[in-house]
């Protein structure tokens, strides 16, 4: 009895080391995320002028949606590596993982590199600043940005599978903090839209190549040699679980970046620039639920892949406490300080916030929280599928409303919209979550 108390005790103190390190890892992630839209939007607007950067904002959008060809496979097989207590049938399930997403990030760079030359842009959305070759160049090299980030979270999988995971977010972020450091020094000493992307794409592949000797050298050097050889091993499915997670993360892209270019072909581009800081400054709530999530996720897989179905309950339900906790905290905060950061953050170019509409948005990421943790908590578990395809026909709905109610160019009827969609997702994830 005594024995098996000790070891339940080692297991738990293992988990709770890795949740905190994951916790630290994620608490930097978005601090690095947060710095980089905090400090873009000032530089940016006074490099490229407000009109400029809301131009800006509605090109780069489509190249966003290249991370969507990862078909969800990245995280998919990251989970079945962590459920996989065979190493040989791990490095089976890599390379299966990384030859697809390859492919498909392939596929992706050609479509877009077509779209980027043929489709006129200035007069889809009538810009006045940026012209056909520069919006042509921007499309390409933000392409092969996403590109290269799309190998480094295939191996990102790697470090999951081998209880890694806040090691490697730590890395990962840190390439993020370089690359977004130069590419806007670059752009405020006058390097353009080209020396930007260009900047953003350098350190990218920089990062890339450290990355694969790292693991090559530290972790695992199996997992890169199985991509050069014919390598086998017991067949496994990616495709229905992968199929969700695809679908589930363009619901999330289109929910950020589809209200973006929905309200850029209907609204000016101070306006959606306006909009956009409000709903940035709203969304580091969902950035702070982010790092409970995270933290969480591989815990969820390792444990199941042990059978603790209690531990997993229990890190469940602490971790959605967590999110909620820090989610009220800084929706309070941001409700009364908002103008404030606004008036410090953008200078002379600082607007007045449409306080009403701000509320909705504070509210509506308080809620992306409440629903968040148990979406990554079944993802974990790749029992996501029912609830992704749903919550994926929710947001494409929310969508189609948003864009009949651009029209009015309201930000609070915008606001409400994206507060209802939220709830909606909110009530259907938690009776997902209660069948289990």
């Not at 599978?161 to 752009?187: C, D, H, M, Q, S």
């Not at 405020?188 to 794409?201: A, E, H, N, P, T």
């Not at 091993?233 to 199929?243: F, P, Q």
């Amino acid at each position: 009895m005594l024995e098996n108390t000790l070891k339940a005790d080692f297991v738990n103190n293992k988990v709770l080391i890795r949740i905190y390190k994951g916790l630290c890892a994620g608490g930097y992630a978005q601090t690095v995320t947060t710095g980089i839209q905090f400090l873009s939007v000032p530089l940016l607007i006074a490099a490229w002028g407000v009109v400029g950067y809301g131009e800006w904002l509605a090109v780069s959008a489509l190249p966003v949606y290249m991370g969507l060809f990862d078909l969800g496979v990245s995280n998919t097989s990251g989970n079945m590596m962590a459920l996989e207590v065979s190493k040989v049938q791990r490095y089976y399930i890599f390379k299966a993982g990384w030859e697809i997403t390859t492919a498909s990030y392939f596929f992706a760079l050609f479509i877009l590199s077509v779209i980027g030359f043929f489709v006129d842009w200035v007069s889809v959305f009538d810009f006045s600043v940026l012209d056909s070759e520069t919006i042509f160049y921007i499309v390409l090299g933000l392409s092969s940005h996403v590109f290269i980030v799309g190998q480094m979270q295939s191996l990102s999988a790697v470090y999951k599978a081998e209880r890694k995971y806040p090691e490697v977010i730590f890395f990962l972020n840190t390439v993020r903090l370089f690359e977004w450091g130069g590419a806007l020094i670059v752009a405020y000493l006058g390097g353009g839209f080209f020396g930007f992307v260009l900047s953003l794409f350098s350190i990218r592949v920089l990062g890339f190549f450290l990355l694969v000797a790292f693991t090559y050298q530290q972790i695992d050097k199996r997992y890169i040699l199985v991509l050069f050889k014919k390598y086998s091993g017991e067949k496994v499915s990616l495709i229905s679980a992968s199929g969700a997670n695809f679908s589930s993360s363009i619901a999330v892209m289109i929910s950020v970046q589809g209200t973006i270019l929905i309200l850029s072909s209907a609204w000016s581009g101070a306006a959606v620039a306006a909009f956009n800081v409000m709903r940035v400054l709203s969304r580091v709530i969902v950035q702070a639920a982010t790092v409970v999530s995270q933290a969480s996720w591989a815990e969820f897989s390792y444990a199941a892949a042990e059978g603790d179905h209690l531990l997993v309950k229990g890190i469940l339900g602490k971790a959605r406490l967590l999110a909620f906790i820090m989610s009220v905290i800084l929706g309070l905060f941001l409700c009364f300080f908002a103008q404030g950061i606004v008036n410090f953050w953008l200078g002379n170019e600082a607007f007045a916030i449409d306080e009403r509409a701000f509320y909705f948005l504070v509210t509506g990421a308080v809620v992306h929280s409440l629903w968040q943790v148990g979406w990554v908590y079944m993802m974990a578990l790749n029992k996501h599928v029912r609830f992704s395809y749903v919550m994926s026909v929710v947001v494409a709905l929310s969508m189609l409303v948003l864009f009949f109610v651009a029209k009015f160019e309201s930000f609070l009827f915008v606001s409400v919209c994206l507060l209802i969609m939220e709830s909606s997702i909110l009530l259907l994830e938690r009776i997902f979550n209660s069948e289990r």
